[in-house]
Each structure stands twice: as C-alpha cells, then as structure tokens.
C-alpha cells in the first residue's frame, strides 16, 4: 500500500509506531507522522524532532533540514525511504540498531501509551 503524504491530526490520533518498517527502515513512518502533522499546524503534543529523532537522523547522516524540506515537498513515504536508501543506506544498521535496540523500552512505552500492537 503506498502512503500518502497527508497530514495526520495528532490532536486526535497518534502517529504510526517508531517499528513501523518501510523499506527496511524504522522510525520513518513515525517521522514522517509527527513532520507533517507540525508542518500542517497539527502536531497536538507531539514534537516532531525529539531526541530520539534526531538519534535516527544523526545516525542516518540525514539533517533535520533535509528530512523536514523531503516532507515539505510532498514526499510519500516510499520518497523519503528512497531518499535514506540514496543518501544513507550505509547506516541504515545502525540508525536502525539505535532505534529499535538502544532505545527499546522508550519505544515499548510509546506503544503502550499510544496503543500500537505489541512486535
């Protein structure tokens, strides 16, 4: 299924889980969720390039910049994996291992607040 690149209201709903894989990476969907949402003046709570995302972009040797002007575009998701896969995919191991690894019980309280299904 292709995603589009519409703004979720996070006023009313949550982003997509930090697991959600897309093209083998993870914490994108979230990204991408939480940036639009800012972007469209409906991010509620949630902060777009919180700590743990800036870990990922950082890891991924992808600037906040660059992600938020992707977005700003009207990347879909499958766009902005391609974009990783073009300009990171060498880190991809590691962007990955940070997210879903070294930052596991953050991501297991995330789903359980949030109410995403248990990986």
């Not at 993870?26 to 709570?45: M, N, P, T, Y």
């Not at 291992?97 to 930052?103: I, N, P, Y």
Request: with cysteine; aromatic share 6%; hydrophobic share 35%.
């Amino acid at each position: 299924m292709s995603e589009t690149a519409t703004a979720p209201d996070l006023s009313k709903t949550v982003p997509r889980s930090g697991r959600h894989m897309i093209s083998g990476w993870s914490w994108i969907a979230r990204l991408a969720d939480k940036v639009r949402a800012e972007q469209a003046g409906k991010a509620g709570e949630y902060v777009a390039y919180c700590p743990l995302s800036m870990g990922f972009l950082n890891r991924a040797g992808i600037s906040r910049e660059e992600f938020d002007r992707e977005v700003r575009a009207g990347k879909t998701d499958e766009q902005l994996a391609e974009h990783f896969e073009k300009h990171a995919a060498a880190r991809k191991e590691g962007a990955n291992r940070f997210v879903l690894e070294e930052m596991r019980s953050h991501l297991d309280d995330q789903d359980a607040e949030e109410g995403h299904a248990k990986a």
